[in-house]
C-alpha cells in the first residue's frame, strides 16, 4: 500500500495532524514561484485505495484529534467524493476534532453554496488559502491564475459557510520592483478578506522554477533582508483587522513574529524596528537555516 506519493507539504500548524493525501499535486500547478508538486500529475486517489490508507491510520494512531487533506488543494475534488472521505474519518477516529485542507480560489468559486455547506457540515472546519498576493499585478507576474476580487469573492464564499479560513502572504513576492504595491495592495485585500488566521513565509527561489530562472537573467530582483522586514512592515501598518491572529514563525522568514492583528500591530513593528536597527535582540535567521 503506497501511503504517499511524491514529496508532502503541509501547513506549519498540522505538524501534528495525520496527513491524508487524497489528491496527488495541484490541481492547478502553473505558478511562477511554486516547485512543490512539479514532479507529480494531478490525480483524485481512489476512495477503495484512501479506504486502505485510512486503516492503516486507524491501527497506527486510533487516538488522532486532527486530519490535514493533502496535496495541493484537496478541496478540488468532487463534493461527493470528499464526503465520503470525511464520513470515513469520522468513523475512524473517535477523538477526531478538527480536519482541514489547502483550498485553491477556483476549486471555492466552482462549489456551490450548498456543496460548500455540506463540506463543513461533515466536518472540515479549516481551509488554507494561498493569496500570496493582493497585487493584480504581482498575481499575473507569477501566473497565480485568479484576481484580487476572484479570491476575495472565494473567501467571502468560504466564510459564508462558516468556515475557518487561514491566509498565506508571501513576504518578497513583488521583487524589488513592486514592494511597496504588493504590501500595500496585499494588506488592502486581506483586510477586506477578514481571514482567522494570517500567515507570511518569505520568498525563497526554487531551483526549476520560472520565477528562478527570471532571477538568473535579472528579470526578478529579490529583497534583501532589511528590505524584507521594511516590506512586512508596510503591510503591517496597512491593515484593518480586528481579531486575526497573525504568525510569521514559518521556516523561510528572517524574524519570527506572532500576534493578534490589529491588538499587537505596534508591538509587532517595534520588533521590526529593533531588528532593522541592528540592536541585538532580534536577530536575523541566517540564510543557511532558511528553508521551504
Not at 184 to 191: I, M, N, P, T
Not at 209 to 236: C, G, M, P, V, W
Request: hydrophobic share 40%; glycine share 6%; net charge positive.
Amino acid at each position: 500500500m503506497e501511503i504517499y506519493r511524491g514529496n508532502i507539504f503541509r501547513p506549519p500548524s498540522e505538524a501534528n495532524s495525520v496527513i491524508l493525501q487524497v489528491t496527488v499535486g495541484c490541481s492547478y500547478n502553473k505558478c511562477t514561484f511554486c516547485g512543490m508538486y512539479k514532479d507529480k500529475v494531478f490525480q483524485i486517489r481512489p476512495l477503495k485505495e484512501v479506504k486502505e490508507i485510512i486503516n492503516f491510520f486507524k491501527l497506527n494512531y486510533p487516538f488522532a484529534e486532527k486530519v490535514f487533506l493533502a496535496d495541493g488543494d484537496a478541496l478540488s475534488a468532487p463534493t461527493e467524493y470528499l464526503i465520503e472521505v470525511l464520513k470515513m474519518l469520522k468513523n475512524s477516529f473517535p477523538r477526531l476534532k478538527k480536519i482541514s485542507s489547502y483550498a485553491g480560489p477556483k476549486s471555492l468559486l466552482t462549489k456551490s453554496a450548498e456543496e460548500l455547506r455540506a463540506l463543513r457540515e461533515n466536518g472540515i472546519s479549516l481551509l488554507y488559502i494561498g493569496l500570496e498576493s493582493g497585487s493584480d499585478i504581482v498575481l499575473k507576474k507569477v501566473q497565480k491564475g485568479f484576481t484580487a476580487a476572484e479570491i476575495i469573492h472565494a473567501c467571502q464564499k468560504a466564510k459564508e459557510a462558516n468556515f475557518e479560513l487561514s491566509i498565506t502572504v508571501i513576504s518578497g513576492l513583488g521583487g524589488k520592483e513592486l514592494w511597496q504595491e504588493h504590501a500595500l495592495s496585499s494588506a488592502e485585500v486581506v483586510s477586506k478578506i477578514s481571514p482567522h488566521f494570517l500567515a507570511t513565509l518569505t520568498l525563497m527561489l526554487v531551483p526549476g522554477t520560472k520565477l528562478y530562472k527570471d532571477a538568473e537573467e535579472n528579470r526578478f530582483q529579490l529583497l534583501s533582508s532589511k528590505e524584507i522586514l521594511q516590506e512586512l512592515k508596510l503591510f503591517l501598518q496597512n491593515l484593518n483587522l480586528s481579531n486575526t491572529v497573525f504568525r510569521s514563525n514559518h521556516a523561510s522568514n528572517y524574524l519570527p513574529l506572532k500576534g493578534v492583528l490589529n491588538q499587537d500591530r505596534a508591538k509587532l513593528i517595534k520588533i521590526i524596528d529593533e531588528a532593522l536597527e541592528e540592536k541585538g535582540i532580534w536577530p536575523l535567521r541566517p540564510e543557511y537555516l532558511r528553508r521551504l
